[in-house]
């Protein structure tokens, strides 16, 4: 069972639709929940992060929780084609700094 | 905005050959960390750093690796012996907490062993 599973996609959504983007994670150790934006050929960068159970808003953003289902989402609002990206999901136990990632859910937004 | 840098930013070298990735954390960072990403695959954790020891490593992380922080500057990676599948892109980060949600990367050092 991989630790943390995400759909490969690709994902496309029209511009100015909500994109989701789901993760579920194996090890219920995990404490600490995120999401990463990688570009082609780039690094990742930090989008959100959530560590409580419900949901977590940020900007055009909202990462959603749910740790007895072993379950995390990313919400983009009003998507553009900038986000057209690689949406890495990652989790982390509190006793280490040892971040697992998920595959990638690829995103293609149209203008 | 602070950075954190990482040469060079492609390598090619011969199998067997050894590498040192190269790596400068943001100044006020406490945490050192390298991952990996095999094309076309995850971001693989390989090692953390603090206070000038190991503090995790993965699996991936065996005798073929080693990590170092020669100055007050720099952080290395150094591979022993490189094999065909070494070949990844290399991803320095830092953080100045113990939490994910300051973790910063670098740029990334992509490695072909030919």
């Known amino acids: 069972q991989k630790e943390v599973e995400q759909n490969s996609g690709p994902l496309s959504v029209p511009e100015g639709a909500i994109a989701s983007l789901n993760c579920t994670y194996s090890?219920?150790?995990?404490?600490?929940f995120f999401w990463y934006r990688q570009y082609s050929g780039k690094s990742p960068e930090l989008i959100m992060f959530i560590y409580s159970n419900g949901d977590k808003e940020d900007g055009r953003f909202t990462a959603q929780l749910n740790k007895a289902s072993q379950y995390v989402s990313l919400l983009i609002r009003d998507s553009q084609p900038s986000d057209s990206a690689t949406y890495l999901c990652a989790v982390m136990r509190d006793n280490n700094n040892d971040m697992r990632f998920g595959a990638g859910t690829r995103l293609t937004v149209k203008p | 905005e602070p950075e954190v840098t990482q040469t060079p930013s492609h390598q090619v070298t011969q199998m067997g050959q050894e590498v040192i990735l190269r790596c400068v954390p943001i100044s006020n960072h406490l945490y050192f960390y390298w991952y990996r990403q095999i094309l076309g695959q995850k971001v693989e954790f390989l090692v953390s750093?603090?206070?000038?020891?190991?503090?995790?490593k993965s699996e991936i992380f065996d005798d073929q690796f080693s990590v170092e922080r020669p100055d007050g500057s720099n952080f290395t990676l150094k591979i022993r012996s490189t094999k065909l599948e070494d070949s990844a892109m290399y991803f320095c980060?830092?953080?100045?907490?113990?939490?994910?949600?300051?973790?910063?990367f670098g740029e990334g050092s992509w490695l072909t062993v030919v």
């Open positions: 090890d219920r150790g995990s404490q600490s």
């Open positions: 750093f603090y206070n000038n020891e190991i503090s995790e």
């Open positions: 980060a830092s953080s100045r907490e113990f939490s994910g949600n300051t973790i910063y």
